[in-house]
């Protein structure tokens, strides 16, 4: 398995933006699907945004559809998730998620067997 770290959370206002990154540890995460996964307070929780190993295939919830967009740097070892036009519904913590795939496509959400510990994002109206 591999190791993550999420940052870039934060307090923001309605209609503001903010990066995500998941730092990972090891050598070979380019082999490794990624995800963003989120809970808000009393909800379980749901999807976000999915990608490839490669970066070339992504997947996004329709919730956040047009606003949110993941991206990768491999030789970084981190992924992103920008979100615009932040709304006070995307308050919740913010999950990194990593399942290790020989496949090129986004992995499905019930796949991933490392997680991050969270970054907390908070949108005021």
């Known amino acids: 398995q591999v190791q993550l770290a999420e940052s870039g959370g934060g307090l923001v206002q309605t209609g503001g933006s903010l990066r995500l990154s998941c730092a990972a540890s090891g050598r070979t995460f380019s082999s490794y699907a990624m995800g963003w996964f989120r809970q808000a307070p009393g909800k379980e929780r749901e999807f976000v945004a999915a990608i490839s190993r490669g970066g070339g295939k992504t997947n996004t919830a329709d919730s956040v559809k047009g606003r949110f967009t993941i991206t990768r740097d491999n030789a970084k070892n981190t992924v992103y998730l920008q979100m615009n036009n932040l709304e006070p519904e995307d308050t919740a913590v913010y999950y990194c998620?990593?399942?290790?795939?020989?496949?090129?496509?986004?992995?499905?959400?019930?796949?991933?067997?490392?997680w991050g510990q969270g970054t907390q994002v908070t949108v005021s109206s």
């Open positions: 998620a990593a399942v290790y795939t020989p496949f090129t496509m986004t992995a499905p959400v019930n796949r991933y067997d490392s």
